[in-house]
């Protein structure tokens, strides 16, 4: 498994050259009519650009959108919108930041945001994502489980998580409300300046993914999230850690830790956290390989955890109860932690 996950890892990592763009479109008004963003051009995304009004945004391989630092630019796919972002193993599409090869940084741009109707457990079934997006096109979250956003694969996303206030930032990869029917899978997410994914509720399954020395956590899943996540890949810089203190997991069943339904309650496996210790010393605010906490039922089975100050924290005694009564479950799992 590990293997096959670091070969995986490189392809990400820029070993496949990309078809040279020259011409720029620039993005600063939404997308409202079926369009289709070609590879022979870079596209630059200015300012919050949604998705909407029953909109579909397809995505030719080997097609690079660059995000600009000054408007905070993103692109949020609206839960009446979709995206066919259907990259390849030689052609991925990639995100990036708009500064100069060089110059890039954590934070540079926002990220990518992908909205649907599935169910999440906030009060009234209806939420707004985080990250400072408002207004109806940011609202997450309705009653169909089996919704799809569209296709989101052989994905590079680089340098996101713009902060719009302190403690308010966009991840690499948010998911808010997303269906099954939605296919995620072959994804990267490197550089991010707040966590680099994030779902928030939804029932979604993914695969092959990677977080490349984020600086929160790698996956973070809260709001009744259910879905499946197998074989992905987590590795940290042992220099960057966010204030907020940054882990492998962190998994809440909301932010204080309710009974609202759905319960968190995500299936991982085959995956493998290779934390900072593994790199050198770790900075101060690096904590947990797994932070699993406020009545989550995450289970996790058939991985690799490492290289964190601490390993497993089952925090609260709402989350202990879900261990004790089994519905919180961590089996053959192999651990290298003090």
Not at 297 to 321: C, E, K, W
């Amino acid at each position: 498994m590990i293997k096959k996950l670091f070969i995986l890892s490189l392809c990400f990592l820029g070993l496949f050259n990309l078809k040279a763009q020259t011409i720029v479109d620039t993005i600063q008004t939404d997308i409202t009519t079926s369009t289709t963003w070609t590879n022979d051009r870079i596209y630059l995304l200015k300012g919050n650009r949604f998705v909407k009004d029953g909109a579909t945004l397809t995505i030719q391989p080997g097609t690079i959108i660059r995000g600009d630092k000054a408007t905070k630019g993103t692109l949020i796919i609206s839960r009446s919108g979709l995206i066919y972002a259907n990259g390849t193993q030689t052609q991925p599409i990639v995100f990036t930041s708009n500064e100069p090869v060089g110059q890039r940084n954590y934070g540079d741009w926002g990220g990518v945001v992908i909205l649907g109707s599935a169910t999440i457990n906030v009060p009234g079934g209806n939420g707004q994502i985080e990250g400072g997006l408002l207004g109806p096109d940011a609202e997450y979250g309705g009653s169909y489980d089996d919704d799809s956003s569209g296709v989101f694969r052989y994905v590079r996303i680089e340098y996101p998580g713009i902060a719009y206030q302190p403690n308010s930032e966009i991840n690499g990869l948010t998911l808010g409300g997303v269906g099954r029917r939605t296919i995620i899978e072959y994804v990267q997410v490197s550089y991010s300046g707040d966590d680099s994914y994030e779902w928030f509720g939804g029932t979604v399954n993914c695969k092959y993914l990677i977080a490349y020395r984020g600086w929160d956590d790698d996956f973070d899943t809260d709001f009744g999230y259910r879905g499946r996540v197998q074989f992905a890949l987590s590795m940290r810089d042992p220099n960057i850690a966010d204030q907020s203190q940054s882990n492998g997991f962190e998994s809440d069943n909301d932010g204080t830790g309710t009974a609202n339904t759905p319960i968190t309650a995500p299936v991982f496996s085959n995956v493998t956290i290779i934390g900072p210790k593994e790199n050198g010393t770790p900075a101060a605010l690096y904590r947990r390989a797994l932070h699993l906490r406020r009545n989550t039922r995450t289970s996790i089975y058939n991985s690799v955890f490492m290289g964190y100050p601490t390993g497993l924290h089952i925090d609260g005694q709402a989350a202990q109860s879900n261990a004790t009564n089994d519905t919180l479950q961590i089996e053959r799992v192999y651990r290298d932690w003090e």
